[in-house]
């Protein structure tokens, strides 16, 4: 089946730092990407799509600024914690929609900031 | 309203039992209905999905039935394994393909 890939898996930052994480379709071309956020033992909390070449939309509540999501080529979309503070530490997963709307995910990052 | 409710939230089956987990949508606008299967600290791994113009689909021992008049849908696992013990996602994705709505997961444990 498609692949979805995030790297980095795991990363450790320091507070008032910025970290970006990758996700990209391994072999697809995905026009939509989905990034969510998932704390211990919840459901995946949708964050924001992003589209290929365009800005993304972003969910009620999520700050923009601070979430910087880039869809730069139809396999890879980037999403950047800014000035990153330990309540942003959680797991992050992104998945990439293909055709006949079937949706991957990528095997999540896991960010601590400290 | 985008919403999709699951349940129950926590599932404990005996080693070749049948585990049921059910959903429910309220936006017609969603048109397909992925299951998802997500292991601790792992992303979600796509399960199983179906289309609302089909009422069942079996891919092994796992199978979606679903009811479009009701607006709910459920997994059915036969012969559980303690292999399949994990938290499942049920999720409904509309018809552009611009959103897909989780619901808030059932972990299940199949006991040996």
């Known amino acids: 089946g498609a692949v979805v890939s995030q790297h ?6 320091k507070s008032g730092t910025s970290v970006k ?4 379709s391994l072999d697809f071309q995905a ?9 211990p033992k919840q459901s995946l909390m949708l964050m ?3 589209n290929e070449g365009s800005k993304a939309t972003y969910e009620q509540g999520v700050e923009k600024d601070k979430f910087l999501i880039n869809h730069a080529s139809l396999t890879l979309s980037t999403l950047t914690v800014t000035s990153a503070h330990p309540e942003d530490s959680s797991f992050y997963i992104c998945s990439a929609r293909v055709a ?4 991957y995910f990528g095997e999540g990052s896991w960010l601590t900031v400290v | 309203q985008q919403q999709v409710k699951q349940s129950p939230q926590s599932l404990i089956v005996q080693k070749g039992g049948i585990s049921i987990i059910n959903c429910a949508y309220e936006n017609t606008a969603f048109d397909y ?7 601790p600290g792992k992303g979600p791994a796509l399960l199983i999905a179906i289309r609302p113009d089909v009422s069942e689909k079996k891919e092994g021992r796992f199978t979606i039935s679903f009811n479009k008049s009701a607006k709910q849908f459920s997994l059915h696992i036969m012969d559980s394994q303690p292999g399949d013990s994990a938290t499942y996602f049920c999720a409904a994705v509309n018809q552009a393909g611009t959103a897909l709505i989780f619901g808030k997961g059932t972990t299940l444990s199949v006991s040996s």
Request: charged share 10%; net charge positive.
């Open chain 1, 100 to 103: 006949g709307n079937t949706i």
């Open chain 1, 21 to 24: 994480i990758e996700c990209r």
């Open chain 1, 8 to 13: 980095p898996s795991r990363v450790i930052c």
């Open chain 2, 33 to 39: 209905f992925p299951w998802y299967q997500q292991f």
């Open chain 1, 48 to 50: 924001a799509t992003s």
């Open chain 1, 31 to 39: 026009t939509t990407m989905f990034w969510y956020r998932q704390f």
